[in-house]
């Protein structure tokens, strides 16, 4: 059986300190050793395969240089794009991602979020946003658990990083007002979702500044089948039918763009929509659709960058009641157009 390569296998080939050798191959602390000496190392580590002990290095630093990333569903589109902002901030400072889903149960979260304990993660970012966490995470604070919230908000102390969701509703109502739209509906997502209360509650009152009738039709599934069904029940009850809607995310956009195709009426001509999120491929939509873009890869980045800084302080807990809010924006495409006369 070959011998395994040693850090001082490295330093020696290299012929530098074994603690030079250590530092050039960390991501943390290789701005440390002149430019030279760093491509001698590396080049020596290359040349004998060197791979390092992962174990024994947590053993020395109690730092596995893993993060356990927890969301709702792989298969919404509004997630990949924040993990890779998470994975880019982690991966040139050598940290890995273990990454969770829940399908949006409380129970399988709180079954991650103790599976990726036993594999001793540095902590954790959640992206979860169910209000019934509470008790969850309140019991994490008190053991210590580092955690950021990414796209959600919650009761705890915890740090959150998050969309300006208030600002962006309040936009969208906005615009729809401007093309003379004055009876709206929100489907609204579900209603033990943070973000859901945070648009809703701006939804009311941007409607109220607007002078417009704003309804909200809450406990949407954040689906586009969800969307649809919600729509044909708009559609199909008696009295004046709203002449837009703002969706509680594009999916369910998607779906109400289905379902006036479905009953022959046109979008943008007898009813506008306006998405949230902006996920890709959205402009691709037909008509190309009109929605909020919230900067997903950036919430990512600030979520990893302050865990990352708690991790590198040795703090136990990552700084108190921070809240990180990133602004949003309207991006407006052809699924909206003036009020239908």
């Known amino acids: 059986m070959a011998k395994r390569v040693t850090l001082d296998d490295v330093a020696e080939r290299a012929g530098v300190h074994k603690a030079t050798a250590s530092r050039a191959l960390n991501e943390r602390t290789q701005h440390q050793v002149n430019p030279e000496t760093l491509r001698r190392v590396r080049r020596a580590a290359r040349e004998l395969d060197y791979q390092p002990d992962a174990v024994a290095r ?27 902002g998470i994975e880019h901030f982690l991966q040139p400072r050598g940290y890995s991602a273990l990454i969770a889903n829940t399908d949006g149960y409380s129970q399988a979260e709180s079954a991650a979020f103790d599976s990726l304990l036993q594999r001793r993660v540095d902590g954790f970012i959640l992206a979860t946003g169910r209000m019934a966490d509470q008790e969850f995470l309140a019991d994490a604070r008190r053991r210590g ?28 109502v906005q615009h729809l007002a401007g093309l003379g739209h004055r009876d709206v509906v929100h489907l609204a997502g579900p ?25 909200i039709v809450s406990g949407v599934a954040l689906t586009a089948e969800a969307g649809e069904q919600a729509m044909d029940a708009v559609i199909s009850r008696p009295g004046a ?23 022959g009426l046109d979008c943008p001509g007898d009813v506008s929509v306006v998405g949230y999120n902006d996920m890709p491929f959205a402009g691709d939509f037909s008509p190309a659709l009109t929605t909020v873009r919230v900067p997903l890869r950036e919430i990512g980045i600030e979520a990893a960058r302050a865990l990352i800084g708690a991790v590198e302080a040795a703090e136990s807990t990552v700084q108190d009641s921070l809240t990180i809010t990133l602004p949003v ?13």
């Open 58 to 84: 947590s053993l020395r630093t109690s730092s596995t240089q893993t993060i356990g990333i927890i969301i709702p569903d792989l298969m919404n589109p509004i997630f990949p794009p924040l993990v890779r």
């Open 145 to 172: 658990i580092r955690v950021v919230l990414a796209n959600r908000e919650a009761s705890t102390d915890y740090p959150v990083v998050m969309a300006d969701n208030a600002s962006g509703i309040a936009a969208a």
């Open 191 to 215: 209603d033990d979702f943070s973000t859901t209360r945070t648009r809703a509650v701006a939804f009311t009152q941007a409607t109220a500044a607007a002078g417009m009738r704003g309804e």
């Open 241 to 263: 039918r709203p002449t837009a809607v703002v969706a509680g995310n594009d999916l369910v956009a998607l779906g109400v763009i289905h379902s006036l195709r479905a009953h």
């Open 329 to 341: 924006s309207l991006i407006v495409r052809e699924s909206t157009g003036p009020a239908a006369r």
